[in-house]
């Protein structure tokens, strides 16, 4: 079994959206804002290869998003997952998404990832079908017409060590994903850590549908990281793409690990 962060398109975000509740004065210790108050995200997603079967957690942004929405997030770097994927011969066989906002299943329509079966879980599907005005923009209509998806309900042994576990919170249908590797554990927890900053209980996107379950399934997560010494990955963070947490459960202390 092996377990490699790989990274597609930069994008950049108001920090209102990314901090929630946070204040500058704080998050501007760790963030710097561009020329236009904006805070740049990575897209860190994991490529596990256990028995021969390639899964690819999350997938990126990928060539969808129109002039308007180019320029509103900034997007830099288009095309470098594919990129990747093509210079390693690999063929991905599954994608797991931890939820569908743009950001996350953006590539599953790319050349490479055609032929993979995608796995959502059922409530995901259902607000992706059916969004408001609040959550309308996160999602990608033209992904309306995806077939191919397989759709899990709850918790979830996927095979290949990697475990699903409904959360909600950032959206109803929001997972995270438990990976036994070589003895380590794993966690990929999606938008409810998208960077290193946000392993606070409550650093909490504003984006989040379901803030005060985002706040309990974090200290639940962050309780058992510490106890079990797993190693955390951070979607959206350029410096600290993966680390353990020490410390306490309010405040955990980020210990940045590789994990090759
Ligand atoms: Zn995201």
């Known amino acids: 079994m092996s377990v490699l962060v790989l990274?597609?398109?930069?994008f950049v975000l108001d920090p209102g959206a990314y901090f929630g509740i946070v204040p500058r004065e704080i998050w501007s210790r760790q963030f710097q804002a561009d020329e236009r108050g904006k805070v740049r995200l990575s897209t860190n997603l994991l490529l596990v290869e256990s028995g021969g079967v390639h899964t690819l957690i999350d997938t990126g942004i990928g060539p969808w998003m129109g002039e308007k929405m180019l320029g509103i997030y900034g997007v830099q770097g288009l095309g470098t997952l594919t990129g990747r994927l093509r210079s390693m011969g690999v063929r991905i066989d599954r994608v797991l998404l931890s939820h569908m906002h743009f950001d996350h299943?953006?590539?599953?329509?790319?050349?490479?990832?055609?032929?993979s079966t995608v796995v959502v879980q059922r409530r995901e599907r259902y607000a992706f079908s059916r969004t408001n005005e609040?959550?309308?923009g996160s999602y990608l209509s033209h992904l309306a017409s995806v077939r191919r998806v397989s759709v899990i309900e709850g918790s979830s042994n996927l095979g290949g060590g990697i475990r699903a576990v409904h959360t909600g919170g950032h959206t109803v249908g929001h997972q995270a994903f438990f990976i036994e590797s070589g003895g380590r554990e794993i966690i990929y927890a999606g938008d409810l850590f998208p960077s290193s900053f946000h392993v606070r209980p409550g650093y909490i996107t504003a984006i989040d549908v379901e803030p005060l379950v985002s706040l309990t399934v974090k200290k639940?997560?962050?309780r058992h990281a510490i106890r079990r010494g797993s190693i955390m990955v951070f979607n959206h963070d350029p410096s600290t793409p993966t680390a353990v947490l020490t410390g306490d459960e309010e405040r955990p202390k980020v210990e940045a690990v590789s994990i090759e």
């Open 7 to 10: 990274s597609d398109a930069t």
């Open 105 to 115: 299943a953006g590539n599953i329509y790319s050349e490479e990832l055609i032929h």
């Open 134 to 136: 609040l959550t309308r």
């Open 220 to 222: 639940k997560i962050i």
